[in-house]
Nanobody
Framework: QVQLVESGGGLVQAGGSLRLSCGAS????????MAWFRQAPGKEREFVAGISWSGSTAYYADSVKGRFTISRENAKKTVYLQMNSLKPEDTAVYYC?????????????????????WGEGTLVTVSS
């Protein structure tokens, strides 16, 4: 069982930046691919970014490509999401999730149902 805890959410003005962190309890954290999803009010949960267990491969939703960067530090059992040039439409609860591999999920468009472990989420609010 992998426990994930997100932090770093908050209120920011449009054009600003935030960095989200997700810490894992599992000592084999480096065995898992990690991803960030988000869910805005009244909308379905959607994929934002993902990273392979080694950090060598990253995936991004088109809506955040060029603005968000996912990274990980396996020694700290932490994955990050650096969010720049934030827009009001980025407002959502952001969730960290883990799975053994993202390769097969990538071919399916990263459905949330494919992830194994989830955190509780952290709220990001971008004001206009």
């Amino acid at each position: 069982q992998v426990q994930l805890v997100e932090s770093g959410g908050g209120l920011v003005q449009a054009g600003g930046s935030l960095r989200l962190s997700c810490g894992a309890s599992e000592r084999t954290f480096s065995s898992y691919a990690m991803a960030w999803f988000r869910q805005a009010p009244g909308k379905e949960r959607e994929f934002v970014a993902g990273i392979s267990w080694s950090g060598s491969t990253a995936y991004y939703a088109d809506s955040v490509k060029g603005r968000f960067t996912i990274s990980r530090e396996n020694a700290k059992k932490t994955v990050y999401l650096q969010m720049n040039s934030l827009k009001p439409e980025d407002t959502a609860v952001y969730y960290c999730a883990a799975r053994v591999s993202l390769e097969s999920l990538a071919r399916l468009g990263f459905p949330p149902s494919g992830m194994t472990y989830w955190g509780e989420g952290t709220l990001v609010t971008v004001s206009s």
